[in-house]
């Protein structure tokens, strides 16, 4: 059963950092695409960024370009999403998702099958 479990969501003011972690278990697909969502209150789920399970293909959306760092670590089945230079319209449940391919576009939810539960982001002074 795939699982995939996020953490490292917090409080932030503008301008500062945080670090997500969605580790993955439970999957045997040698070629997969885990991406990074989010959804903000009364707004559609996003794509945000995505990485490729083999050669670490990375693909951003152009509102988190130069501020976002998508990477993973495959021994410990982990991706993390590096946010810095965070802005309050970053506020939002951010999940990660597993989807078997090695296509990184489209960056949209209805082509992921497995999902995490969520961490909450939120930007404020």
């Known amino acids: 059963q795939v699982q995939l479990v996020e953490s490292g969501g917090d409080l932030v003011q503008p301008g500062g950092s945080l670090r997500l972690s969605c580790a993955a278990s439970?999957?045997?697909?040698?070629?997969?695409?885990i991406g990074w969502f989010r959804q903000a209150p009364g707004k559609e789920r996003e794509g945000v960024s995505c990485?490729?399970?083999?050669?670490?293909?990375?693909y951003y959306v152009d509102s988190v370009k130069g501020r976002f760092t998508i990477s993973r670590d495959n021994a410990k089945n982990t991706v993390y999403l590096q946010m810095n230079s965070l802005k309050p319209e970053d506020t939002a449940v951010y999940y990660c998702?597993?989807?078997?391919?090695?296509?990184?576009?489209?960056?949209?939810?209805?082509?992921?099958?497995?999902w995490g539960q969520g961490t909450q982001v939120t930007v404020s002074s």
């Open positions: 998702a597993l989807r078997a391919g090695y296509q990184l576009l489209p960056l949209n939810p209805a082509e992921y099958a497995y």
């Open positions: 439970g999957f045997t697909f040698y070629d997969y695409v």
């Open positions: 990485i490729s399970s083999r050669y670490r293909r990375t």
